[in-house]
């Protein structure tokens, strides 16, 4: 595994517009054989950063988050991200590298570790926001009609957070579809669970079968 690929995005927290080449992962990382035998799925859970007037200006708490990042992030497959105000104005995305359907489980592992390590480090907070990036062979016009075959139950129905009807990518009840390339597409799913209830089993129980159904679509 090229091990700069990943290190280069756990150095320091990374602007919310900072642009992360994806292409570049997947295709020289450790799974570059994988995107082509099964659906690729990348996750994004918004925590809350209860100490942020812990330090006088947003810029000092980032340059001090920074200083222990990356013996957090190291070997997580993670990479801390600034959320936009729109979003929470002391939020970070932590954000999963795609990893093969297969190896699904192993890294939600990761990310609950990470989740408690950033808890007992730096006191964030899981808010109960996630988000679903599920790719694979398949154009967005086979997408489009295959999408709407996926039998979500009620239970993650409630979960579901509908796309923004301004998207700039095609929109359906379940997500977005984004176009990667001539024969590769992505669907991009927003979720919110309740933090407090369901915790890290919700967690883990929303990603696991909401990403098994939607990756479905790719044959």
Same mark, same amino acid.
């Given at each position: 595994m090229n091990e700069q690929l990943y290190t280069q995005y756990q150095q320091q927290v990374m602007a919310y517009s900072q642009v992360v080449y994806y292409d570049q992962i997947l %295709?020289? =990382? %450790?799974?570059?054989d994988a995107i082509k035998k099964e659906p690729m799925i990348g996750i994004k859970v918004l925590l809350r950063d209860t100490n @942020? /007037?812990? @330090?006088?200006?947003?810029s000092e708490? &980032?340059?001090? &988050? /920074?200083? =222990?990042?990356?013996?957090v992030l190291d070997q997580s497959g993670c990479f801390l991200r600034e959320s936009k105000n729109t979003v929470m104005n002391d939020g970070f995305w932590l954000v999963s590298f795609p990893v093969p359907r297969s190896q699904l489980s192993l890294q939600i592992n990761q990310i609950i570790n990470?989740?408690?390590?950033? =808890? @007992?480090y730096l006191g964030f907070t899981f808010t109960g926001l996630i988000e679903l990036y599920i790719s694979g062979r398949a154009t967005q016009y086979e997408l489009m009609s295959r999408i709407s075959t996926i039998n979500m139950p009620e239970k993650y129905q409630r979960q579901l957070v509908k796309p923004d009807s301004g998207s700039q990518f095609i929109s359906y009840n379940l997500g977005c579809i984004i176009p990667i390339n001539q024969f590769f597409s992505l669907i991009k799913t927003r979720w919110s669970i309740d933090p407090v209830s369901l915790q890290y089993d919700g967690l883990r129980d929303t990603i696991e079968n909401v990403s098994l159904r939607l990756s479905s679509v790719f044959y």
């Open positions: %295709m020289n =990382g %450790m799974y570059r @942020a /007037n812990s @330090a006088p200006t947003p708490r &980032i340059r001090f &988050i /920074n200083t =222990g990042l990356f013996r990470t989740m408690n390590a950033f =808890g @007992a």
